[in-house]
């Protein structure tokens, strides 16, 4: 009955945001799409609690690369590339900000977690050049499953699977699998499977 109730609202709030939807993929062909779809983003992030959730989850599974019905995306966070993969059984807390990554299955994201994409979006190194204006590169960052990120951590690197990052911890090197790390930057203080 309740996953009967959950597949009735998920059809309901995609045609709620089938209208955007549309709007986005029209505006999309004759604009930079990362930039239309962080303005999307940050519009939808405005819609307060469950009901906001599924409507951005309504948008988002049509318009980020993958992205699993059985999420909670919660108020105030926002996505800045739509080449993001969030996988079945995720939760988002609040006020997140998230870069081009794949978060997958069973992860649960604290609320103020930042997951750039890789720790290279910008260059510094011409000193004649404004530090805007010397780009840099963008990098997928990927969370391993069943992964707890706590509340504010930074990630700009990959996390192993069944990992623990603490709150505030800032993590710009890979994380093997099962580890709990802390501090920053963040080095493991334990491990999940010893």
């Known amino acids: 009955m309740k996953k009967?109730?959950?597949?009735?609202?998920?059809?309901?709030?995609?045609?709620?945001?089938?209208?955007?939807?549309?709007?986005?993929?029209?505006l999309a062909i004759a604009s930079d799409h990362?930039?239309?779809?962080?303005?999307f983003s940050q519009f939808l992030s405005l819609?307060?609690?469950?009901?906001g959730s599924y409507l951005r989850v309504?948008?988002?599974?049509?318009?980020?690369?993958?992205?699993?019905?059985?999420?909670?995306?919660?108020?105030?966070?926002?996505?800045?590339?739509s080449n993001t993969v969030i996988g079945r059984g995720v939760y988002v807390g609040p006020q997140c900000n998230i870069g081009k990554c794949?978060?997958?299955?069973?992860?649960?994201i604290g609320s103020g977690v930042h997951i750039l994409s890789g720790k290279g979006q910008h260059?510094?190194?011409?000193?004649?050049t404004p530090l805007k204006d010397q780009g840099g590169a963008f990098k997928r960052v990927v969370i391993g499953e069943d992964t707890w990120l706590g509340n504010g951590a930074i990630?700009?690197?990959?996390?192993?699977?069944?990992?623990?990052?603490?709150?505030?911890?800032?993590?710009?090197?890979?994380i093997p699998d099962y580890s709990i790390v802390a501090g920053n930057p963040a080095?493991?203080?334990r491990r999940r499977n010893q």
């Open 34 to 39: 990362d930039a239309l779809f962080s303005a």
């Open 155 to 174: 990630v700009m690197a990959n996390i192993g699977k069944k990992c623990i990052v603490a709150a505030g911890a800032i993590v710009v090197n890979d």
């Open 4 to 26: 009967n109730l959950k597949m009735i609202l998920n059809g309901f709030f995609i045609l709620l945001a089938l209208p955007l939807i549309l709007i986005f993929k029209i």
């Open 58 to 81: 309504g948008f988002y599974r049509f318009i980020m690369n993958n992205c699993h019905s059985e999420v909670v995306i919660s108020f105030a966070t926002l996505f800045s590339q």
């Open 47 to 51: 819609f307060p609690g469950k009901t």
């Open 123 to 128: 260059n510094f190194n011409d000193l004649e």
């Open 187 to 189: 080095k493991i203080i």
């Open 102 to 108: 794949t978060i997958k299955e069973n992860c649960l």
